[in-house]
């Protein structure tokens, strides 16, 4: 997948908790639950938003990978990567 | 011979005076169940699905959607099934006492009559609503989907507006409230229909929107009860700092192999740990009414949800100590869906916003160290959970790195005093050291 692709997958996985939120709202290096005002709550459903979204399995010890934009894009880039 | 039973509008807590009727959900001549929505009501909290209390008949509906009517106004009839029905408990219940109260200080309130006919909430229907309802998680990323907000999305389903049919002018053709605007403009079917803007409130603002509007209302709503709270409770407030270390272990631990929509949060964990120790301390989980304290029947939590579109919502998980931790995960999942008015999820129940017995407000990852609320009435407690924070701790000798959050706990002095409250928090601390006895 490429990365607009990927791109449109994470913002529309946080469309579905904040659908306010548009992609040039949020700075990709910063908290993505603070860009978007997600508590734990928001957090986890976004998460797996995004799982179906894109497939990929999301564990627990990946969540600290998760936190800003850019390390999302990184993380499923890998583990889109790692499928092929 | 067969009893008429009034079906009135509830009062949905202390501070609401007043509901509108919708949509009814069923028809004369129905027979309908304990525990069935038969009526969606708006209210300053949203839209809300009215349940009814008795197995029966339904004779007439005296109120016909869209009307905005007093508490405890007559909205149907239904004559009772005898055999299937399960008597009400004589008692008088909270719901009566508290319209009561309300037709006693609310002056337009001139039937009490009719608001002394609010009906009892009977306990195995709150059994009922434990199972948690999940639906739709499957389908969170619809082929055909439609970028709207949820109170776009809302509003067009008052209005009966298929969002798919509206050509949205926001990024990715997002439908905006303007859009759906125009759409009811150029309806005039549409358009005839009375909305939001029949509440008295629209005096004071008229020309906002109905999201505005509800905004509005809430607000009006939450200051209603918090100013009453604050002029009749007389609070004092505790606090204790407590280590999670444990309770953090063991959620890793348990989340490892679980998927995000299987993930507990912390707030799980505290609920069960709050419920178990009301259950040593009963003097915390009840109602003050008449100048007595009247223990309640069971643990029936409320739990503070923020809206994105400001405001709060504080629906009751029931009977929480009988859950399990990850029950009561899942039942909070259901209910801020719902809270949150996401359409698929389903509305709130009557029944969730009437018999809380206790309120938790949980700051979160993102909020302050402490909180102290304000006690909603006629509950005599809420305790407040501050974010968790990592700090240097000693342990078994050893400074290390460990994990810590403040509980509060704002009391009504009428009924607890302050050695009962620190000794609710201490037992409530050592409950949360033992996550896995949970």
Known sequence: ?84 | MTKSIDITMPSLGADMSEGMLVKWLINVGEYVHHGQAIAVLETQKGAIDMEVYYDGTITELLVQPIKTVPVGTVLAKLELNKELSKQPSEKLTIEQEQSEELSATDSHFSDKKTAEKVQPTNKSFAAKQQEPKLKNSNNLVSKTRVFASPVVRKIAKQKNIDLSAVSGSGANNAVLLKDIERCTENNTEHAAEPNFQKLPTQKVSEKKSPEQQQLTEMRAAIAAAMTKSKQHIPHFYLSKTIEVNKAQQWLEQINQDKSPKEHILLVAVLLKAVALTLNKYPELNGFYLNDHFEKADEINIANVISLRTGGVVVPSLQAVDTLSVSQIMAALQNVTARARAKEESGRLRSSELMNASITVTNMGDRGADNVFGVIYPPQVAIIGFGKVKKTPQVIDGELAIGFELTVSLSADHRVIDGILAGKFLNALAKRIQKPEQL
Do not use: V, W
């Not at chain 1, 040039?24 to 179906?52: Q, V």
């Not at chain 1, 999301?58 to 990567?81: P, R, S």
């Open chain 1, 1 to 84: 997948m490429n990365t607009e692709k990927l791109e449109q997958l994470i913002i529309e996985s946080i469309q579905e908790i904040a659908p306010e939120i548009e992609l040039n709202d949020i700075d990709f290096d910063e908290d993505i639950r603070e860009e978007c005002d997600l508590d734990s709550m928001d957090f986890i459903n976004y998460l797996e938003a995004l799982k179906k979204a894109s497939g990929i399995n999301i564990a627990e010890a990946d969540y600290a990978q998760l936190y800003t934009f850019n390390h999302t894009l990184a993380f499923l880039q890998a583990q889109t990567h790692n499928d092929h």
